[in-house]
């Protein structure tokens, strides 16, 4: 077993998970109070940060590994969890690219994170072009399907 | 504290750590014995899935949070551990976007994996175009500069 200790906990305008319209959640991470703040510094010449997570409301009889119907729709095939990003995962873990608002101190502001309140934060990494699909990106029609009101606003 | 069990181990051609060249690697994952092959069933409709796995022969007194120079280069500015990708950070998580070979029962093959022989992995996500930058990509020119020679082929 490898224990992880959170560097942070997000603060969001969602309380409840809901599957859509994460677009334009503006959410912030704080720093746990023991880290230096300077751990953030030169974060903001990067226009993007990758911020991995614990899906912490997760229970445990809720994690699942066999092939299933993405969000239970018949409509799509049964896959495996590792072929989803549902959040009822071995290790629970969520990583999510959002776009960079700006850096106070040990706070940093971002756009477009689909975790809510509360959940902790175990790394921010800077998005750098080299470390995205280098070739064309395939993927199966289920999970265009699945994205289209991902990133809608509520407005 | 989070507990984590890893969900397989990477088998690569690489032993040992090495900042460059991991363009044309082959490695496979496999899966941890007591999960179901069929929790990767459907990823290979995907062309690219994300490795999410631990720097584990990082020891504790290599991480830090304080800004340094990147692979203390002086000609680089001092930054955070946050605002880089290198593997002494808290967690010691690393995540890296590989392509996919294929996939045989518990075993995925991908290309591109920066994560040397016996590397605990924590999750295995598919990529979605969906989950990809929105917008376009900024970033200082050290992460260039560092990462120029990354993924080039060793030939």
Do not use: C
């Not at 991470?29 to 030169?42: F, K, N, P, T």
């Not at 009889?61 to 549902?86: L, M, T, Y």
């Amino acid at each position: 077993m490898i224990e992880m200790e959170p560097i942070g906990t997000v603060r969001s305008p969602r309380g409840e998970v809901e599957d859509d319209n994460w677009g334009d959640v503006v959410s912030t991470i704080e720093l746990r109070a023991d880290l230096a703040a300077e751990s953030l510094d030169g974060l903001d010449e990067f226009s993007h940060a990758e911020i991995i997570y614990v899906f912490d409301r997760v229970t445990q009889d809720k994690v699942v590994s066999e092939a299933r119907h993405p969000r239970n729709n018949p409509d799509w095939p049964k896959v495996g969890i590792f072929a989803q990003r549902a959040k009822g995962r071995p290790n629970r873990i969520g990583t999510t690219i959002t776009r960079i608002v700006k850096r106070t101190g040990r706070i940093l502001e971002v756009v477009g994170l689909d975790a809510v309140d509360g959940t902790p934060v175990l790394d921010i990494k800077p998005v750098m072009r080299e470390f995205l699909p280098r070739e064309v990106v395939r993927q199966p029609v289920w999970s265009r399907e699945l994205m289209a009101n991902y990133w809608h606003t509520q407005k």
